[in-house]
């Protein structure tokens, strides 16, 4: 297996973990966070597709993300380079919470971008460096930050329904 094909994979298999996690769900369990200074299931759902779409079209293509490029800042009623990134206890509280729905169809548009700039790459672009001005990478660097936030936050997903509904079992395989 290629580096390409495992980071299509990675992003494959955390759609997937992250769908069988929110399946069901209501309105108010996804708004559900177990402490005022935490995240609710539907902030994360957001806020994943929101980092994917920073460093997909903003860091390694170098264009607008589509949250801002395609006005999909107007549909969730934030400001079009709002990530969720450093939210204090106001604005966790503040955030509305928009309809599944909407963040579903925002993380499909933002994948659909993001399988289209990987299947474009080959091995090679994998090394090219990078500055993210804050520190300098490569392609492939950034794409292994991706696929760990996106692990991260997925995790955080199950963890938090954890709470709200106990241990249940795994999905089949």
């Not at 548009?109 to 990987?118: E, H, S, W």
């Amino acid at each position: 297996m290629k580096a390409i094909e495992l980071i299509m994979l990675s992003l494959e298999e955390n759609s997937e973990y992250v769908s069988n996690a929110i399946k069901g769900l209501s309105r108010d369990e996804l708004a559900w966070s177990p402490k005022p200074h935490s995240n609710s299931i539907a902030f994360l759902l957001w806020h994943l597709a929101r980092v994917e779409d920073l460093w997909i079209n903003r860091i390694l293509l170098a264009g607008k993300e589509i949250y801002e490029a395609d006005n999909w800042y107007k549909k969730f009623g934030t400001l079009a380079h709002d990530s969720g990134f450093g939210y204090d206890v106001k604005k966790l509280k503040a955030w509305h919470v928009p309809g599944l729905e909407l963040i579903k169809k925002y993380a499909a548009a933002v994948r659909q971008k993001t399988i289209a700039y990987l299947k474009s790459l080959n091995e090679k672009a994998l090394d090219e460096p990078r500055d993210f001005g804050w520190r300098k990478g490569t392609t492939g660097s950034a794409l292994s930050h991706l696929i760990t936030e996106v692990g991260e936050h997925s995790g955080q997903i199950g963890y938090i329904k954890g709470m709200m509904k106990g241990i249940e079992p795994p999905p089949p395989h």
